[in-house]
């Protein structure tokens, strides 16, 4: 009899849920808007009251349109994007988290706060030997400055009663009605060091959190962060079995009570599972006889390592995995067990890229214009300038769009830089910029942030492999894998096969659904099948974009990523200069 598996996606807007079969084929999805607090610029909280509400209306939308039978779901694997989610340690209600009353329990997670900005500085002065398996400092993004925050601006007496989740981690708790944690969200989000590395005993790092002023949390062995795994508290690496679906939220749901649950991973982690295990023969695409991952067994793990996942929205996020620690300046991790015990994580990101075109188009004087042009050809905005940046390079008789360019230069780090400069004060800048205020204006600007995507792309990949990675192709997942003039741009710019999955926007859930697989594998024990295996025999590659031979176009690439790397490292120093020319005049 068939077995079928479901991931569970919460992303910054809206919950998604898939049913795939045993070979990985998704047989529907279904997602549906979430409630977003935004009282002010950059505040972003959110119900987890809400949220379930959504992914029980997804279930049931995915099992009425399939037809499926809940008994035959075997497994369910949650993911989400990082947030805080707080709930009353005592009766499991929602805490609000909405300052300064902190009375509206219906928003209980922060996602985005730019708030806790004196914590993180407080946090990092700390020079505490966890930061380095954080790139070096903590984010204003992670959870542990958000809980100080909340320390020092809730009540006292409100506080105490706070227990914390990340949000994937919450969900899987509402599923089941266990407290077990995710490697995945600790290690990563949470100041969590597995125990081992580098001297931990419990994995919580009881001196760093009484530096910093949260005594509250080692208190019970940490029972407010989940505990200590194998005492009072269990924490699992990805795809393990949590429990099974308890009676309450099987009703919710509309699924069957008893089917087993996998520990859930942080959204972009979900997106290296939904792409990174698939087969590439390139001998379809270039006429060359090799696959990628040649020189490995079938199936070999190993071949994680050289396989990037760039998980591209707003924002991208790159993960790379690795046998052994690699530290990277600029680079989140390692983390170790977040997805496959005893192997590590690395986490780069570019801040902006998807924001980064829309700003980049929806500030520009010739926007309208060519919006109303593309509705009229019935195209989207992004294949209409892909069009236009064609009819441009034939009009010009240019032997490539990049030449068209040539002499335009952009940095577009207009929301800082995560990856691997790691400053937030970096900011956009560009060279080359003239009057036209034209259509064929918007073009080259748009082509050149799409440059400037791609190069730091590079720039990235070059910080990984020169501390000790040997990343060599890049496995993309997200809507901007449909752009194919930027895909080309980052094949093209660092030399590597670029693939893109079959799902282009459900990558992400199904590797959540994946994790659903590995769950449902478990034996009376609670082991499971491997989670390489599993994404090797379920995860399908859709396209593979090979680097130019074009040797001119090669050249140009090279010379302006030069110009790129001088124009980041001269902003850092005119900023320095005017800094030291001013000292402390305010």
Not at 375 to 403: C, G, M, V, W
Not at 540 to 567: A, C, S, W
Not at 574 to 582: C, G, I, M, T
Request: glycine residues 10%.
């Amino acid at each position: 009899m068939e077995s079928y598996y479901l991931g569970i996606d919460v992303g910054t807007g809206s919950a998604r849920v898939c049913i795939i079969d045993a070979s990985g084929e998704i047989k529907a999805v279904a997602s549906k808007d979430i409630r977003t607090w935004n009282d002010k610029a950059d505040y972003y909280e959110q119900s987890t009251q809400d949220i379930w509400s959504a992914i029980c209306h997804c279930c049931k939308q995915v099992v009425k349109e399939t037809g499926v039978d809940p008994t035959l779901i075997k497994g369910i694997g949650f993911d989400a994007t990082c947030s805080l989610a707080v709930l009353n340690e005592d009766t499991d209600v929602p805490i609000s988290v909405n300052g300064p009353e902190f009375k509206d329990t219906e928003r209980n997670v922060i996602r985005e706060h730019p708030r806790p900005v004196s914590q993180t500085d407080r946090i990092n002065a700390t020079k505490h030997k966890l930061l380095q398996y954080v790139g070096g400092t903590m984010s204003i993004e992670m959870e542990v400055p958000k809980v100080l925050w909340l320390k020092e601006n809730m009540p006292k007496e409100l506080f105490a009663q706070c227990k914390f989740y990340d949000l994937v981690d919450v969900l899987t708790h509402l599923a089941t009605g266990k407290e077990t944690r995710s490697y995945c969200s600790a290690v990563c989000k949470q100041g969590f060091v597995p125990v081992g590395v580098d001297g931990s005993v419990k994995g919580w790092q009881e001196d760093f959190l009484t530096e910093i002023g949260l005594p509250e949390l080692c208190k019970d062995n940490f029972k407010k962060m989940g505990g200590v795994n194998g005492e009072n508290g269990t924490i699992l690496s990805a795809g393990q079995l949590v429990g099974t679906l308890c009676e309450k939220s099987a009703r919710e749901m509309g699924l069957a009570p008893g089917t087993k649950i996998g520990s859930g991973v942080i959204d972009a982690y979900a997106g290296w599972i939904g792409t990174v295990g698939a087969q590439v023969n390139l001998d379809e695409h270039s006429g060359e006889s090799q696959q990628l991952g040649d020189g490995f067994k079938k199936n070999d793990l190993e071949q994680a390592f050289k396989r990037l996942a760039a998980v591209a929205g707003t924002s991208t996020c790159h993960l790379v995995m690795s046998k052994n620690p690699v530290f990277v300046p600029g680079v989140w991790g390692p983390y170790r067990d977040v997805l496959i015990e005893d192997f590590w994580m690395a986490e780069g990101g570019q801040s902006a890229t998807g924001s980064l075109l829309h700003h980049v188009l929806t500030t520009h004087p010739s926007y309208p214009t060519a919006k109303t042009s593309a509705a009229s050809t019935n195209q989207n905005i992004f294949d209409y300038l892909n069009a236009h940046l064609e009819t441009l390079r034939s009009r010009e008789k240019a032997p490539t769009i990049s030449f068209l360019a040539r002499h335009f230069f952009l940095v577009g780090d207009f929301h800082g830089n995560r990856s691997p400069i790691a400053d937030p004060r970096m900011r956009g800048s560009a060279v080359g910029l003239s009057m036209d205020a034209s259509v064929d204006g918007l073009a080259l600007y748009y082509y050149a942030a799409m440059e400037f995507i791609a190069q730091q792309t590079r720039h990235i990949i070059d910080a990984l492999n020169s501390s000790g990675h040997d990343v060599g192709s890049i496995y993309m997942s997200g809507g901007q894998c449909r752009n194919s003039i930027l895909m080309s741009l980052i094949a093209n710019a660092t030399g590597f096969p670029v693939v893109v999955p079959r799902y282009i926007d459900a990558a992400v859930v199904l590797g959540a659904a994946i994790l659903g697989a590995k769950a449902a594998s478990a034996d009376e024990n609670g082991v499971t099948e491997g989670l390489w295996t599993i994404m090797d025999r379920m995860t399908k590659p859709g396209e593979i974009i090979l680097p130019t031979k074009d040797e001119n176009e090669k050249k140009l690439l090279e010379v302006k990523y030069k110009i790129f790397l001088r124009m980041s490292k001269e902003q850092q120093e005119y900023r320095s200069l005017v800094d030291e020319a001013l000292g402390d005049w305010k």
